[in-house]
């Protein structure tokens, strides 16, 4: 796929810590418009962090967060939100206890109403259709997380950020969710997956940013992504290369 250049995020040599713990060391990310960014590593590697920041769900202690073109570094959740940055959390994000179109109706916002939430939710997941009045919690892992995605695309996100999407689902699920992430960011909208299991997104993703003890240990083509690299980052072996 064919992103443009335009720039989305950056993260621009961004610390953080959790109190005197530092767990972030001069990260920089940058997603332009229309790319799969995969943002790899195992657990500990602060993939999660990176989201908290990028989502302002917490403030780093030096660098800069940018999304189109403005500094938002220190800015509320709601601010991002407004430019079109939307977090779909690991766990999915969705309200068990109401139905699919009752979930559908939370994503209503000004000048979009749900018969046309519901039409474009229904046209890319028709699974979702014939469980309109389902309850939510009810629903497979694999149609939850479908219901996720059809939430946050109602939003017209220009950012769209997922964490672990793949968590807990059956192989052939997982792929066809990332088929329709990689047709999501075909239609423009920018995707930042924070994932463990490299293989599951490396085929979808234009740029593959590998991180270990909260360092960036290479940052370039998914498709120049190999085992060594791999395995350097995950054991923690290999220098940083970007």
Known sequence: MTASRNVILELRNVSASYDAISVLHDV???????????????????KS???????????????????????????PASELAR??????????GIFPNLSVYENLQMAVKKGLTISVIEERAFARFPML??????????????????????????????????????????????????????????????????EQFARTVLGIADTAVLMSHGRVRFAGNASEVDEATLSGAYLGTQETLN
């Open 83 to 92: 430019l079109g940055v939307c977090t779909i959390p690991e766990g999915r």
């Open 129 to 194: 259709a014939e469980r309109r009045s389902q309850l939510a919690g009810t629903l497979s892992g694999g149609q939850q997380q479908m219901l996720s995605l059809a939430r946050g695309l109602a939003t017209d996100p220009v950012l769209l950020m997922l964490d672990e999407m793949s968590m807990g689902l059956a192989p052939l699920v997982v792929a066809d969710l990332y088929e329709q992430v990689q047709t999501i960011a075909a239609e423009g909208v920018s995707v930042l997956v924070v």
């Open 49 to 75: 962090t990176v989201l908290k920041i990028a989502s302002a769900l917490l403030r780093p202690t030096q660098g800069s967060i940018r999304v189109a073109n403005h500094d938002l570094t220190g800015a």
């Open 28 to 46: 920089n990310i940058t997603v332009h418009g229309g790319e799969v960014v995969a943002l790899l590593g195992p657990n500990g590697a602060g």
